[in-house]
């Protein structure tokens, strides 16, 4: 699993291609012997689609010529970081002698494997990239087409996902009565009741990008015996799944009166004997099915931290952990702020309640119009 993350913002202020350049020769002066990189996410401020292309290709480039039979996942998403970047980086390291961990690729999308003792662990990033641009439906139906792809490969299927990034070109649209967003979870609904025959659905997120199409990044895990995945609720939040009708905006897809809610669990927890992680799935200021602080980006964070904070609490889940005397600590915060100028607002309160956290913002739609911020987090607990 990963156990660091690192946040890289340039030095100076310049173009994409630039700035990035100050960013990878941060990754590269950092890395420490001992760890691994894992997976990259990359955000960019573009939001002109044919020149995203092609600095997508560019950066997509440059990271496999820097790390070549080392090469992490990596996905480039069209997110605008915080004035006056227009690049900001996240990188995920393991632990290079806890795992046996091999660089592969699937028709040009790089994934990673880790083998350890809690079983066989699959990172993969980008799925969808430049297909059917304009057509949500396809390019969800595309993206996890790549998924089976790279699970049957490996040997793995629906049944191992555990955590799961779902990034949505306009996620808020509404075309011809179908809201982007509703789209995307018709897709998933149907993908998973075809392929998932387990109880359960894997920590997640869902946000907007500034560009059309779906991209996917996902963590699949193959555990061993003495590893539990064990979902964790909020008691002050409904299960996404279990939402009602009328929260969930737009017609429902391929004929059916009803529409399907977002399949994730609000948290997840990957517990082994040594180690264990909870994926923290995309957290807003939402209680029961509600939106809190309508209007108000300060009452919806620091809503939106507490209900992470309910996530984490020691006496909920150190049940379900194997020795409880020591306690874990967030390894990341990724904090997705809808308006430009609440930056600062919301990295404040971040900063406040969750001093010396590697924490990366970046500017998004949320997949409600009424919500101005969404964090999500992974926790580490060593037993």
């Known amino acids: 699993m990963i156990i660091k993350y690192l946040v890289f913002e340039p030095e100076y202020v310049g173009d994409i291609n630039e700035e990035w350049r100050q960013c990878l020769k941060e990754i590269i002066y950092k890395w420490e012997k001992g760890f691994r990189l894992i997976k990259l996410n990359i955000f960019i401020d573009q939001s002109d689609y044919d020149i995203y292309i092609k600095v997508r290709k ?143 659905y894997p920590a997640a997120t869902g946000i907007g990008m500034k560009l059309d199409g779906v991209s996917l990044d996902f963590c699949a895990f193959m555990p061993k015996e003495s590893v539990a995945i064990v979902p964790v609720a909020n008691p002050d939040q409904i299960n996404a799944y279990e939402y009602g009708q009328d929260v969930l905006k737009g017609a429902a897809g391929k004929g059916s009166v009803v529409k399907h809610p977002p399949q994730f669990e609000r948290a997840l927890l990957v517990s082994g004997q040594n180690r264990s992680t909870l994926f923290i799935s995309g957290t807003a200021s939402i209680i029961g099915q509600d939106t809190i602080g309508i209007k108000d980006v300060e009452k919806q964070t620091v809503v939106t931290l507490d209900n992470i904070n309910k996530l984490t609490d020691r006496t909920r889940i150190a049940r379900d952990i194997a020795n409880d005397k020591n306690w874990g600590k967030l390894l990341l915060l990724r904090v997705y702020v809808k308006n430009q100028e609440d930056f600062k607002k919301v990295r404040t309160i971040c900063t406040k309640y969750c001093p010396e956290v590697p924490s990366i913002y970046i500017e998004s739609d949320i997949c409600r119009d009424n919500l101005l911020v969404e964090v999500e987090a992974e926790f580490l607990i060593i037993n």
């Not at 004035?83 to 390291?93: I, L, M, N, R, S």
């Open 58 to 200: 560019d950066i997509g480039k440059s990271v496999r010529n820097a790390f070549g039979k080392l090469c992490p996942a990596f996905n480039i998403t069209a997110h605008r970081p915080e004035k006056p970047w227009k690049v900001v980086v996240e990188a995920g390291y393991a632990e290079a002698d806890s795992a046996i961990i091999e660089s592969k690729s699937w028709n040009s999308i790089p994934y990673v494997i880790c083998s350890s003792d809690l079983g066989k662990e699959l990172w993969a990033c980008g799925l969808g990239f430049g297909l059917f641009y304009s057509d949500t439906r396809s390019a969800a139906e595309a993206a996890f087409d790549q998924m089976k792809a790279i699970l049957d490969i490996e040997g793995m299927s629906f049944n191992n996902l555990v955590r799961q990034w779902n990034y949505i070109g306009n996620i808020l649209e509404i075309k011809h009565g179908f809201q982007n967003y509703q789209i995307f979870n018709e897709v998933r609904s149907e993908v998973y009741q075809k392929f998932r025959t387990i109880a359960g």
